[in-house]
């Protein structure tokens, strides 16, 4: 698979309205940078399969709780999906292809194998990203109830996520409603290509960062921090004139950011370089 056409998938994918765009879809797409050979058919089809036989372990009486046991006990008792503890910063986490093969992930791409065998059983659910934990939800007014995919889909309430929020940060803290919110398709995307960037900087993997960049600029045109960055690697790996422009850019639009003398002064380099 050429990148170009790799992209170019992703990029048919989120060029819709937010409710059209199909996760599971994107996100192969946005694997397939990273794994050519990948058939996104074929992990499309073990989503479909999967559901299925969640179906089919229905019971009669579909309350939610009760759809959510089934689903919990197909996916991490029969399938044993589970949270990738061990290593939890290995870049395979985010891919969806790789969680499905290896059944193994991080919140939100464990997540998005939830979410989407959820849709396939008419049992609609929504992305909830609380800072520094993905969860989601029924998504029907007054659920009051949240799913922990990354922990064997634990059912949490309101002060449970309290807890667990205090917990990832090793201090209390305060909830605040907008941690609850739901969020879009793009922004969910949006979160997995975030962890990626991070993973790729600490690995000071420069071209991959700026894969990452380029897809979550196609996805938020406007964030003005993905373009600084954007021109900070173009300069890195000796793309001066795209660095200029997105540099350029950037100061145009936050004149007054913190970092602008700094944009400036690398922009005075670029400057020596042409005289």
């Known amino acids: 698979m050429d990148l170009t056409i790799a992209r170019q998938l ?24 990273e794994y050519p050979n990948l058939e996104p058919q074929e992990y499309l089809h073990a989503l479909d399969t999967i559901a299925e036989e969640v179906r089919f372990r229905l019971p009669p009486q579909n309350y939610p709780l009760r759809i959510i046991q089934t689903i919990n006990r197909y996916l991490y008792e029969d399938l044993e999906f589970s949270g990738n503890n061990a290593d939890y910063y290995d870049p395979r986490n985010s891919f969806l292809n790789q969680v499905i093969d290896r059944r193994t992930g991080i919140p939100i791409s464990l997540s998005l194998v939830y ?15 609380m800072p520094g934990h993905f969860l989601i939800k029924p998504d029907f007014a007054d659920a009051g109830i949240f799913v922990d995919a990354f922990n064997g889909g634990e059912i949490l309430f309101p002060q449970d996520c309290q807890g667990r929020l205090s917990q990832i940060y090793g201090q209390p803290m305060e909830l605040q409603p907008a941690f609850l919110a739901p969020v879009s398709r793009r922004q969910l995307l949006g979160r997995m290509l975030g962890n990626l960037k991070a993973i ?3 690995q000071r993997d420069a ?3 700026l894969g990452a960049i380029e897809r979550l600029l196609l996805l938020f045109p406007d964030a003005l921090g993905e373009r600084r960055d954007r021109g900070i ?14 540099l350029e850019l950037y100061l145009k639009n936050a004149p007054t950011a913190e970092d602008a003398v700094a944009i400036r002064q690398l922009l005075d380099r670029l400057d020596d370089m042409r005289t």
């Open 115 to 129: 979410l989407e065998v959820a849709k396939r059983i008419d049992f609609p659910m929504v992305g909830i990203g």
């Open 10 to 33: 992703f990029y048919q994918e989120i060029n819709q309205p937010d409710g059209s765009i199909d996760l599971a879809k994107a996100s192969l797409y946005m694997a397939l940078e």
């Open 207 to 209: 071209l991959r960062v």
């Open 233 to 246: 690697l173009y300069y890195q790996v000796g793309r001066f004139a795209e660095a200029r422009h997105d």
């Open 200 to 202: 790729y900087l600490q």
